[in-house]
């Protein structure tokens, strides 16, 4: 069966790409998507959500507006400079999608990702037993002495979602695997050693990595080697490409120059998909278990992710660090669940697709 995963994230260009790829992958079940101000405000990047999951043929997949603001500081740190005003703009300025024809579920995002993530583990439980009862070690058809499935939990933004959902559900700790694409083991980007994500909520992520649920991290390293060459844009625009083959182009360029300016990067890196990919292919990445701490005091550094890349700490460790990752078959997963979005696209039977900015 294909694997429930929940995403929260806070779209953002790489989020849009993330969700595609998490909605198109054949072995993901995507439960829904929560949103946290990050990128830009929680009303935004909503409903770019909304928007992105429209264009790419998957209204049904639900939404549910997150935080407005970390746990403790005043006010999200947002990225316009980046992103864009809307925080998925198109190479002309304002919204790159039409919008969507619905708009997110009410409730309070924690509350309704406990109920999804808790129903699927259920779900998955069965199955494993159902599986697994005549081959059980204990002998009792309840699968002791094995791991049990989790939910893959995914987070490719602000951790203050994931932590007011650990906050509040604390049963929640036996029935997911988190993934974030957050952190770096050096050099940051939006400070010295500080990665955006956890730069927006330090206290949430020190809460999430020192909550001893099972933890990966898709550090800066990593998804810096993720890049959208010339190569791979031809491959994902085809020889025939549909407005929605080229939004996606548009997506994967609109960043380019400010990491060309900015980061001296001759190509643009594609940042949260890497956190879904290794959900969907794990042996794809060389990965270390080690400690990491999360820098909360700090006027200079606080978000850093402390590595103990040496093994010198005395802390247990608490977090499966990625390293490496197969480029070449990154990229096949993600142009693949580009294409298949693509079938699915009403962008490609409609004249609007979004001001004009996708069909440029």
Same mark, same amino acid.
């Given at each position: 069966?294909?694997?429930?995963?929940?995403?929260?994230? $806070?779209?953002?260009?790489?989020?849009?790409?993330?969700?595609?790829?998490?909605g198109?992958?054949?072995?993901?079940?995507?439960l829904?998507?929560?949103?946290?101000?990050?990128?830009?405000?929680?009303?935004?990047?909503?409903?770019?959500a909304?928007?992105?999951?429209?264009?790419?043929?998957?209204?049904?997949?639900?939404?549910?507006?997150?935080?407005?603001?970390p746990?403790?500081?005043?006010a999200?740190?947002?990225?316009?400079?980046i992103?864009?005003?809307?925080?998925? $703009?198109?190479?002309?300025?304002?919204?790159?999608?039409?919008p969507?024809?619905?708009?997110?579920?009410?409730?309070?995002?924690?509350?309704?990702?406990?109920?999804?993530?808790?129903?699927?583990?259920?779900?998955?439980?069965?199955?494993?037993?159902?599986?697994?009862?005549?081959?059980?070690?204990?002998?009792?058809g309840?699968?002791?002495?094995?791991?049990?499935?989790?939910?893959a939990?995914?987070?490719?933004?602000?951790?203050?979602?994931v932590?007011?959902?650990?906050?509040?559900?604390?049963?929640?700790a036996?029935?997911?695997?988190?993934?974030?694409?957050?952190?770096?083991?050096?050099?940051?980007?939006?400070?010295?050693?500080?990665e955006?994500?956890?730069?927006?909520?330090?206290?949430?992520?020190?809460?999430?990595?020192?909550?001893?649920?099972?933890?990966?991290?898709?550090?800066?390293?990593?998804t810096?080697?993720?890049?959208?060459t010339?190569?791979?844009?031809?491959?994902?625009?085809?020889?025939?490409?549909?407005?929605?083959?080229?939004?996606?182009?548009?997506?994967?360029?609109?960043?380019?120059?400010?990491?060309?300016?900015?980061?001296?990067?001759?190509?643009?890196?594609?940042?949260?998909?890497?956190?879904?990919?290794?959900v969907?292919?794990?042996?794809?990445?060389?990965?270390?278990?080690l400690?990491?701490?999360?820098?909360?005091?700090?006027?200079?550094?606080?978000? !850093?992710?402390?590595?103990?890349?040496?093994?010198?700490?005395? !802390?247990?460790?608490?977090?499966?660090?990625?390293?490496?990752?197969?480029?070449?078959?990154?990229? $096949?997963?993600?142009?693949?669940?580009?294409h298949?979005?693509?079938?699915?696209?009403?962008?490609?039977?409609?004249?609007?697709?979004?001001?004009?900015?996708?069909?440029?």
């Amino acid at each position: 069966m294909a694997r429930p995963v929940w995403l929260d994230c $806070d779209p953002g260009h790489d989020d849009a790409l993330a969700l595609i790829l998490a909605g198109h992958s054949p072995a993901l079940d995507l439960l829904g998507v929560s949103t946290v101000a990050g990128n830009e405000t929680v009303e935004k990047v909503t409903d770019n959500a909304l928007r992105v999951l429209a264009a790419a043929g998957q209204p049904h997949i639900e939404v549910v507006a997150g935080a407005a603001k970390p746990l403790l500081r005043a006010a999200p740190l947002l990225c316009a400079e980046i992103h864009g005003e809307t925080g998925l $703009d198109g190479p002309l300025g304002g919204p790159v999608l039409p919008p969507a024809p619905h708009g997110p579920l009410t409730g309070k995002a924690p509350m309704v990702m406990f109920e999804r993530i808790a129903a699927a583990h259920q779900r998955l439980k069965a199955a494993a037993g159902a599986g697994g009862a005549n081959s059980s070690s204990g002998g009792d058809g309840s699968g002791s002495g094995k791991e049990q499935p989790r939910v893959a939990l995914i987070a490719t933004a602000a951790l203050t979602n994931v932590a007011l959902l650990l906050a509040l559900y604390p049963e929640v700790a036996d029935m997911v695997e988190i993934v974030i694409m957050g952190g770096c083991l050096g050099v940051g980007n939006t400070g010295a050693v500080m990665e955006f994500n956890i730069q927006t909520d330090p206290e949430a992520a020190r809460m999430v990595f020192e909550s001893g649920i099972p933890l990966t991290m898709v550090p800066l390293e990593v998804t810096h080697t993720a890049l959208a060459t010339t190569s791979v844009l031809q491959r994902v625009r085809t020889h025939s490409p549909t407005p929605f083959l080229r939004l996606m182009v548009d997506l994967l360029m609109f960043f380019a120059d400010t990491y060309r300016t900015v980061f001296k990067f001759e190509d643009p890196p594609l940042h949260d998909p890497c956190a879904v990919a290794y959900v969907i292919a794990p042996h794809l990445f060389k990965t270390e278990l080690l400690r990491v701490d999360v820098e909360t005091a700090s006027s200079l550094s606080a978000g !850093q992710t402390v590595v103990d890349i040496w093994h010198q700490s005395t !802390q247990p460790k608490n977090c499966t660090v990625c390293m490496e990752m197969d480029v070449a078959r990154f990229w $096949d997963l993600q142009i693949e669940a580009i294409h298949a979005a693509d079938r699915r696209s009403p962008l490609n039977s409609s004249s609007d697709s979004g001001g004009g900015n996708a069909a440029q």
